[in-house]
């Protein structure tokens, strides 16, 4: 369950990154503080198997970087709003807009974020139009209750692929392609 925590004031980057909710994790959206309880057991296993796929590609062809659950990108700021997918590739042409410390200030090239049999539609459809207004380029929102994926693209089209189909890497990573039944498997 997420619910949004209020400050009086807005909080930003460096208050979230200072702060420790044990066996929570957060969001910060226009400066609001959301909490969630950790995903479920099986959501893990789909977001490694993703990031499995994923990265072994990149890292083959030198394409850039991959990053795991939960990693937060700030992609806004005046109010600060740092976003957290659950497998996200940033190209290598922007690795080195990566600090050591911080969130990094960009959006991911490509992303996804796996559903939990929680989440509303309404929450999820607001994430992915943060992330497509701040850059992103590709969306990936996993259903695997559904066994389905919905593709988000920067132009405004969408994809549903089911489990016989598959994620394309399309113009953000060519020559990506793996079975959504791989990603799904158990």
Same mark, same amino acid.
């Given at each position: 369950?997420?619910?949004? +925590? /209020?400050? /009086?004031?807005?909080?930003?980057? @460096?208050? =979230?990154?200072?702060? /420790?909710? $044990?066996?929570?994790? =957060?969001? %910060?959206?226009?400066?609001?503080?959301?909490?969630?309880?950790? $995903? *479920?057991?099986?959501?893990?296993? =789909?977001?490694?198997?993703?990031?499995?796929?994923? *990265?072994?590609?990149? &890292?083959?062809?030198?394409?850039?970087?991959?990053?795991?659950?939960?990693?937060?990108?700030?992609?806004?700021?005046?109010?600060?709003? #740092?976003?957290? $997918?659950? +497998?996200?590739?940033? @190209?290598?042409?922007?690795?080195? %807009?990566?600090?050591?410390?911080?969130?990094?200030?960009?959006?991911?090239?490509?992303?996804?974020?796996?559903? /939990?049999?929680?989440?509303?539609?309404?929450? +999820? !459809?607001?994430? #992915? @139009?943060?992330?497509?207004?701040?850059?992103?380029?590709?969306?990936?929102?996993?259903? $695997?209750? &559904?066994?389905?994926?919905?593709?988000?693209?920067?132009?405004?089209?969408?994809?549903?692929?089911?489990?016989?189909?598959?994620?394309?890497?399309?113009? =953000? !990573?060519? *020559?990506?392609?793996?079975?959504? &039944?791989? +990603?799904?498997?158990?």
């Amino acid at each position: 369950m997420l619910r949004s +925590v /209020s400050a /009086s004031l807005p909080l930003t980057a @460096a208050d =979230v990154e200072r702060m /420790s909710i $044990p066996d929570k994790q =957060v969001e %910060l959206v226009r400066g609001q503080l959301m909490v969630r309880e950790p $995903p *479920g057991t099986w959501h893990g296993a =789909v977001a490694a198997n993703l990031a499995y796929l994923l *990265g072994d590609f990149v &890292r083959r062809h030198g394409l850039g970087l991959v990053f795991a659950q939960d990693t937060g990108f700030k992609i806004g700021s005046d109010p600060d709003t #740092v976003r957290a $997918p659950d +497998v996200a590739f940033v @190209a290598r042409d922007r690795t080195g %807009l990566i600090q050591a410390q911080g969130y990094a200030e960009l959006a991911p090239d490509l992303l996804a974020e796996i559903l /939990s049999p929680d989440d509303r539609p309404a929450d +999820v !459809l607001a994430k #992915v @139009a943060d992330w497509l207004g701040a850059g992103t380029k590709l969306v990936w929102v996993i259903d $695997p209750e &559904r066994s389905e994926a919905r593709v988000y693209r920067r132009d405004g089209s969408l994809s549903i692929l089911r489990e016989h189909d598959s994620l394309d890497g399309e113009d =953000v !990573l060519p *020559g990506f392609a793996c079975p959504l &039944r791989a +990603v799904l498997a158990r």
